[in-house]
């Protein structure tokens, strides 16, 4: 593989943003500085004037190729990692879906077996809960072992009856969580009511898509992110919560935060761009193709809201939950909206949709742009600085950006796998000219060059600084009080009641919990 030099371009990390040459020898990043000069036949310069030089995308949430809903997304890892590479996209978080019943280190398996040999891009994994027993547990701690390489599980509060846990399974996947060092990722919504109004409207004939989003009113995911957070800080467990779809939902991550518990916010691109106006479109198709699960919110001013809220901090990163399907796959809920495969694409178009509607309105400025497509991934799944910086000694994951160049959205020209795109005829500004992939240009001229295989497998560590240094104290701080009556040692505190939660602790010792007091009421 040759050397590269990039010159004359606007490097931006998160917190910087300077002219730099970027000079890459096999794969990695050897060199960041002012002016950096070679004369050598085998060092490929590549001019940057006016680009921006930034650390390649990380998309914390795709299900590539994930047999859901009695189909399989068309993007496989192959085609969906090629769409990810032609958008600025070079890390992709897939999860591990196991059916219901089967153990999480078989899926583990099952999903490398799918990933290793079609991977354009390195990845790593995140594993879904989706049963419960003391053999789970025991896996959940095996899997967080280098070999393994898992430092997250995700918890689905929604498919009952087919991926959903029961709040008392949730609140144990959450200790166990707690005490592996592992984050714990939720999808938020009530998934009771969800089904009970599933039936009700079908049973009042109405089956299609308007259905969906029907069945799931916003409250239900504010209710159950809200229900999330609190199970999360009882069981001393940092938070990740999966396409942030609302307002309120939004609304209660930031609610927590301000007690002091961590917690993560993702909003998804299409989220943050469209509304969920389209599911009661007469056009079946165009209808069903919006069809994912939280829904588009029925507020029109939801995109705009959420991306303020990324904006200033109290939403962290960005993926799409990005999972695929035909129309033709999509038809197979012709007759019945709960039978549609959730679902929209986003892995390619992600980085150019924030930028547009987030650093071209004038609301992120490139470094925020770059934290929250790319760092702050990098930073809560432990693989920064290899990953998320463009810097000496990490990985040569680079895109080379044009802030003014423009493109139209189209599934006539996307490398996605599915035959409609959900932002189609939009017009974006900030496009990924180059982008280099451990090393090598994967997408330049429009034009893919990859090789399926190329990407690795990247084994993400428990116990993540970024995510749990504060869990001890705030462990420390919510111990059991005993007040002394001759049968045990007096915890040396003012008890003013005997309830242990850390707030009261903190009360207790006249200090204010990170964040001072909050008012929201739930
Ligand atoms: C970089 O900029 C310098 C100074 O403006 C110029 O001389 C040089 O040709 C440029 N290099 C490339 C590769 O564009
Ligand atoms: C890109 O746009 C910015 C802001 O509008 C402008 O200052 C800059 O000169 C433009 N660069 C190019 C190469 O057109
Ligand atoms: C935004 C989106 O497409 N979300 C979907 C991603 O895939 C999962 C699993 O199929 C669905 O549940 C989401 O609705």
């Given at each position: 593989m040759s050397a590269i030099l990039i010159k004359n371009g606007t490097v931006v990390n998160e917190d910087s943003m300077a002219r730099a040459d970027v000079l890459i020898q096999e794969g990695v990043i050897v060199d960041v500085q002012p002016s950096i000069s070679i004369d050598s036949p085998d060092v490929r310069v590549i001019d940057a004037t006016n680009k921006m030089v930034i650390p390649g995308g990380i998309d914390p949430h795709t299900h590539l190729q994930f047999p859901f809903m009695g189909q399989v997304a068309v993007d496989d890892f192959y085609k969906g990692t090629q769409a990810a590479l032609a958008g600025g996209t070079t890390m992709v978080i897939d999860f591990v879906v196991g059916q219901k019943g089967t153990l999480p280190l078989d899926s583990w398996r099952q999903w490398r077996e799918w990933a290793d040999p079609k991977v354009c891009c390195d990845y790593g994994l995140s594993v879904a809960i989706t049963s419960w027993s003391p053999e789970v547990a025991a896996q959940m701690a095996e899997l967080t072992r280098p070999e393994y390489g898992i430092n997250s599980f995700k918890f689905f509060m929604a498919y009952k009856e087919a991926l959903m846990v029961n709040d008392d399974e949730f609140y144990e996947g959450l200790q166990v969580c707690a005490k592996i060092g592992a984050l714990a990722r939720v999808h938020a919504e009530n998934g009771h009511v969800i089904h009970s109004k599933q039936k009700e409207l079908l049973s009042q004939g109405?089956?299609?898509?308007?259905g969906h989003t029907q069945s799931r009113p916003e409250e239900l995911e504010a209710e159950a992110t809200n229900r999330a957070c609190v199970l999360a800080a009882q069981a001393n467990c940092p938070l990740y919560v999966v396409h942030v779809m609302s307002k309120n939902a939004a609304r209660a991550i930031a609610y927590h935060r301000q007690k002091g518990h961590v917690v993560f916010g993702e909003p998804i691109a299409a989220g943050l761009v469209l509304d969920?106006?389209?599911?009661?479109?007469?056009d079946w198709s165009k209808a069903a193709?919006?069809?994912?699960?939280?829904?588009?919110?029925?507020?029109?001013s939801t995109p705009t809201a959420l991306m303020d809220l990324l904006a200033c901090g109290q939403l962290h990163l960005t993926g799409t939950d990005n999972c695929t399907f035909t129309c033709e796959q999509k038809?197979?809920?012709?007759?019945?909206?709960?039978?549609?495969?959730n679902g929209v694409n986003g892995l390619e178009d992600r980085m150019s949709l924030i930028w547009e509607k987030g650093v071209h309105t004038g609301k992120l400025d490139p470094m925020r742009f770059v934290s929250v497509t790319s760092t702050a991934a990098a930073k809560i799944f432990n693989c920064y600085p290899r990953k998320g910086k463009i810097a000496?000694?990490?990985?040569?994951?680079v895109v080379i950006w044009d802030p003014n160049r423009t493109r139209v959205i189209s599934a006539a020209t996307h490398?996605?796998?599915?035959?409609?795109?959900?932002?189609?005829?939009m017009t974006v500004h900030g496009v990924a000219e180059i982008t280099i992939c451990k090393g090598k240009v994967v997408w330049e001229n429009g034009q893919l060059n990859v090789e399926q295989g190329f990407g690795k497998y990247v084994p993400l560590m428990p116990f993540n600084n970024y995510v749990f240094a504060s869990i001890p104290f705030k462990q420390q701080m919510s111990r059991p009080i005993c007040v002394s009556r001759g049968d045990c040692q007096e915890t040396p505190v003012e008890p003013t009641t005997v309830e242990t939660t850390a707030e009261v602790n903190y009360a207790r010792r006249g200090q204010q919990p990170a964040g001072g007091a909050s008012s929201i009421v739930f």
């Open positions: 109405i089956t299609g898509p308007e969920g106006s389209g599911y009661y479109d007469r193709a919006l069809v994912m699960s939280p829904p588009l919110s029925r507020d029109p038809k197979r809920g012709m007759n019945d909206f709960t039978k549609i495969p000496r000694g990490s990985d040569a994951d490398h996605h796998a599915n035959d409609y795109n959900v932002f189609e005829g």
